[in-house]
Nanobody, 121 residues
C-alpha cells in the first residue's frame, strides 16, 4: 500500500506564510512527478504547482512568485512553501504523485487526503 500524507496546513493571516509537506510511504520503487492541487467547495480541483523527479517546476499563474515547490527524493517528500498568502488562496490542498511500486510495473497516480489552508484576518 502507498500513502501520501500532507501536513503543515492551518490558519494564517493575509501576507503570512505556510509550508506544506507531503510524505509518500509504503511500497515505493520510484516516484515520478509530484504536485500540489487545491480545491474550494463548489469548484473544480486546480493545479498549483508540479515538480519532476529532476527538479523541473511548473506553477499556476496565480501563485507564481509567491509559492515554491521542492522535493526531497531521499525522503519521498514534496514541499510547498507559500508566501504572501491571500484570502483567495484558501482551499483544501492535495498532494499528488506518480508512483511506481515495482520494477517493470507502471506508474500510478496517487493522491493525499487533503489539508485545509485558511487565509483570513
Amino acid at each position: 500500500q502507498v500513502q501520501l500524507v500532507e501536513s503543515g496546513g492551518g490558519l494564517v493571516q493575509p501576507g503570512g506564510s505556510l509550508n506544506l509537506s507531503c510524505a509518500a510511504s509504503g511500497s515505493i520503487f520510484s516516484i515520478g512527478f509530484m504536485g500540489w492541487y487545491r480545491q474550494v467547495p463548489g469548484n473544480e480541483r486546480e493545479l498549483v504547482a508540479t515538480i519532476t523527479s529532476t527538479g523541473i517546476t511548473n506553477y499556476a499563474d496565480s501563485v507564481k512568485g509567491r509559492f515554491t515547490i521542492s522535493r526531497d527524493n531521499a525522503k519521498n517528500t514534496v514541499y510547498l512553501q507559500m508566501n504572501s498568502l491571500k484570502p483567495e488562496d484558501t482551499a483544501v490542498y492535495y498532494c499528488d504523485a506518480m508512483i511506481l511500486t515495482q520494477r517493470g510495473g507502471s506508474y500510478r497516480e496517487r493522491w493525499g487526503q487533503g489539508i485545509l489552508v485558511t487565509v483570513s484576518s
